[in-house]
């Protein structure tokens, strides 16, 4: 049954509520239409309180509603909860017994054995509380007094963690925190203690006078984070101490002194902040200390001298329009071994780039710059490229001329170095698609395209490499091609599943001689794959481009049964016209016929996936691209492992052969415990390489820990060992330590 009662903003007599007959207590009453007492306006929506119970009585001389079974008491977004509840019109004061849950407005629900509150619902006495919050964290109390939006309690204990098993059974929390006083401040989403402890398995790990917290839905709190823990060989052990600075509801920082046994102290600091357009953050760290360099014979230590060393990255998004957009990304570096040494990055080459992007249905526009800084002891700074600008368009109408799809795209690049070839590039370009299936079930897809180009070189003779200088001064050519490709697919039953064969041709016709006296700059990654073998160009980026008439076969096959799925393919090319000496030797497209390449996919469901990729020989049978790859399990527990070897005999220091092994793997256990690791392991011999840096088996860097993660706590272990050193970054081990206490600290 439902009543209504009027309650008067202000302390004043209170009238009795209307019972009326038993067919009208059973419909709810509309607040704003509650009656006063003595007549006049009606009251406001927040002078009602709604009951809901099995049975309500009421007492006319002491004025006192009593509602018994189920009883369920509302005010505005306040709402009560008991076996019993008595409301005294006079002092108005409530009182509930009997599983008692009180919930404020956020929904955070107080648990008692015996509630007394003011009519507000907001004030009141609570005896052995419990405070369930939203964010999964509990408190439980002797007793406590709430008073608008404070709890102030006594022999109080705070965790979020799970007090049963997943048996049922009750268990000590993994972690909680004891006061004698503690006051959660729900406005401020804080909770405070005074002469706490913080106990780990029932067992007390810390004392702590005075402490404070936020609460789990607090978006926005200054304050000290965990400590970060960590042994490095060059430096130590180390221990970072993050303050973490709220300075707005869009925007914070953290700083991190981090102090070293063996070097001296370093900052980190982090910034974020969210505009109107999108986020950005800072990345920093600097220190104050010494910097080892060698000789030009590898072998000679040079002492730098301590100097400020650091490293910066800026990154960010902005959405200005539905239609523009910029992404940028900065990294910086004082030296060459300073990310590897303080586990930034292990990258070779740090990139920095802008752009300005304009996206529509049909088209894009970029317009965009990139900077470089070379960290490798071989990198030359006058020899690395500037490039800007770097202008993309791609525009793609609706209209279909012919029946076919249009495209029309340009690119222009300024590509600077202060040592090197400089390079100035224009080019555009039209091309034409059209589709269609016969009678017979053949899809064919014709192609015409014409692209023009413009070069400008300067400082040809100071190219990296013979074979990326151009010719200085102004060229150009015209890029005119034809292409017609055919697939004729074969499906039917086979195996309890569905088989697949589909034969491919595809014969590519543009004029021969087109790359002479023109620089390569982005063309340079070169080897015929299985996913190359149907391009019209298989040479990536602009510089470069295939030319000739030439005839590509290819076959895939795919089997789908349930549960599983098989797919294989194999192709090769053979030249009618030209003679493929634009292409490297060892690159399987520098002779009339090219290699052999393929792939084979194998997948049982979501559990286990191997893929193979191969290029084969097509003289010797001689296998030039190895490549396996094997994905096992789910996501809690998993392995892959990756098989690579180049045996292409590419005379270019960019294309080296080699061979590696690389795994990586987690397993999961105990319910809440996971053991992970993977290790990168150079499998190439002098014999294949002379700049190898092992011979037949050298790990590279290995990494292996152990997790414990539950609904409220996460410590981990992990153990790094890095094999191959660099100047003053020397091969040696390092040790990380987490720990979190999920809501106490973050």
């Not at 990198?379 to 800007?388: F, H, T």
């Not at 194998?602 to 191969?614: A, D, M, P, V």
């Not at 080699?658 to 053991?675: D, I, K, Q």
């Not at 011979?695 to 410590?715: M, P, Q, S, T, V």
Request: proline letters at 5%; hydrophobic letters at 40%; a negative charge.
């Amino acid at each position: 049954m439902l009543w209504a009662i009027g309650m008067p903003a202000a302390a004043q007599e209170t009238p009795a509520p209307a019972l009326g007959a038993p067919e009208q207590q059973r419909q709810p009453v509309d607040p704003a239409m509650a009656i006063p007492r003595d007549g006049g306006d009606i009251v406001a929506a927040g002078d009602v309180i709604d009951f809901a119970a099995d049975e309500m009585t009421y007492d006319d001389r002491g004025e006192v509603v009593t509602a018994i079974g189920k009883v369920e008491l509302a005010r505005d977004a306040w709402r009560l909860t008991a076996d019993r509840i008595e409301y005294n019109q006079v002092s108005g004061v409530v009182v509930a017994t009997g599983k008692v849950v009180s919930t404020d407005p956020e929904g955070n629900q107080a648990f008692g054995d015996r509630v007394e509150l003011t009519e507000s619902l907001k004030d009141g006495a609570i005896d052995n509380v419990l405070l369930v919050l939203n964010d999964g964290g509990r408190v439980a109390a002797d007793a406590g007094q709430r008073s608008g939006n404070v709890y102030a309690l006594s022999r109080a204990v705070y965790s979020p963690c799970a007090v049963v098993d997943n048996m049922g059974c009750p268990h000590d929390p993994v972690w909680q925190v004891k006061a004698k006083k503690l006051s959660y401040n729900r406005d401020r989403h804080r909770l405070s203690y005074r002469d706490a402890s913080l106990e780990m398995f029932g067992v007390p790990v810390f004392f702590l006078p005075s402490f404070s917290h936020p609460d789990g839905e607090a978006k926005q709190v200054s304050g000290v984070l965990l400590p970060q823990i960590e042994i490095v060989r060059q430096l130590g052990l180390g221990i970072g101490v993050p303050y973490h600075f709220a300075t707005g509801p869009d925007r914070d920082f953290t700083v991190t002194p981090k102090f070293y046994t063996a070097a001296n102290p370093a900052l980190a600091v982090q910034a974020r902040r969210l505009l109107r357009d999108g986020p950005i953050q800072i990345d920093a760290i600097a220190t104050y200390a010494q910097l080892i360099d060698f000789a030009a014979d590898g072998v000679t230590p040079i002492d730098r001298g301590d100097r400020l060393r650091g490293y910066f990255a800026l990154k960010g998004q902005l959405q200005h329009t539905p239609e523009w957009r910029s992404t940028f990304s900065v990294r910086l570096t004082t030296d060459d071994t300073f990310d590897r040494l303080y586990n930034q990055d292990y990258d070779d080459t740090l990139r920095s780039t802008y752009a300005l992007e304009r996206q529509t249905a049909n088209s894009f526009l970029s317009f965009s710059g990139w900077a470089f800084q070379g960290l490798r002891a071989s990198d030359r700074g006058g020899e690395i490229p500037v490039v800007l600008p770097l202008v993309d368009y791609d525009w793609r109408p609706d209209a279909t001329p012919l029946g076919g799809r249009l495209r029309v795209a340009a690119n222009t690049m300024n590509l600077y170095r202060s040592d090197g070839q400089s390079v100035q590039r224009g080019l555009a370009y039209g091309r034409w698609d059209r589709s269609l299936l016969t009678r017979f079930g053949q899809r064919v897809t014709a192609t015409g395209m014409l692209r023009g180009d413009l070069y400008n070189v300067s400082d040809a003779d100071k190219a990296t490499l013979p074979e990326y200088a151009g010719r200085n001064g102004i060229r150009g050519r015209a890029i005119p091609l034809a292409a017609v490709d055919v697939e004729w697919p074969f499906a039917g039953p086979a195996l309890g599943g569905i088989q697949t064969i589909t034969p491919r041709l595809q014969l590519v016709a543009a004029p021969n001689g087109l790359n002479n006296s023109l620089p390569n700059e982005d063309s340079r990654a070169i080897e015929l794959e299985d996913i190359s073998l149907f391009d019209l160009n298989r040479f990536p980026g602009y510089d470069r481009f295939e030319g000739g008439t030439r005839m590509t076969w290819g076959v895939e096959y795919r089997l789908d049964r349930p549960g599983w799925q098989l797919k294989s393919e194999i192709g090769q090319s053979v030249r009618l016209a030209g003679n493929g000496n634009e292409f490297p030797p060892g690159t399987g497209l520098s002779d009339t016929v090219s290699d052999f390449v393929g792939r084979s996919n194998l997948k049982f469901g979501s559990l286990f996936e191997i893929t193979h990729r191969f290029r084969v020989d097509r003289n010797s049978f001689a296998v030039r691209r190895n490549e396996i790859d094997v994905q096992v399990g789910r996501r809690g527990t998993y392995a892959t492992i990756g098989y690579l070897k180049l045996n292409r005999n590419i005379a270019l220091e960019d294309l080296e052969d080699r061979a590696e092994l690389r795994f990586g793997g987690r397993v999961a256990f105990a319910r809440f415990w996971s053991a992970y690791g993977s290790a990168i392991i150079d499998l190439t011999t002098q014999a294949e390489n002379p700049a190898a840096i092992g011979n037949g088996f050298k790990a590279i860097r290995h990494r292996a820990g152990i997790e414990y993660e539950d609904e409220c706590f996460r410590l981990g272990a992990s153990w790094r060992r890095d094999y191959v050193g660099d100047r003053d970054f020397r091969a040696g081990n390092s040790f990380n330590l987490t720990l979190a206490f999920k809501t106490l600290s973050r």
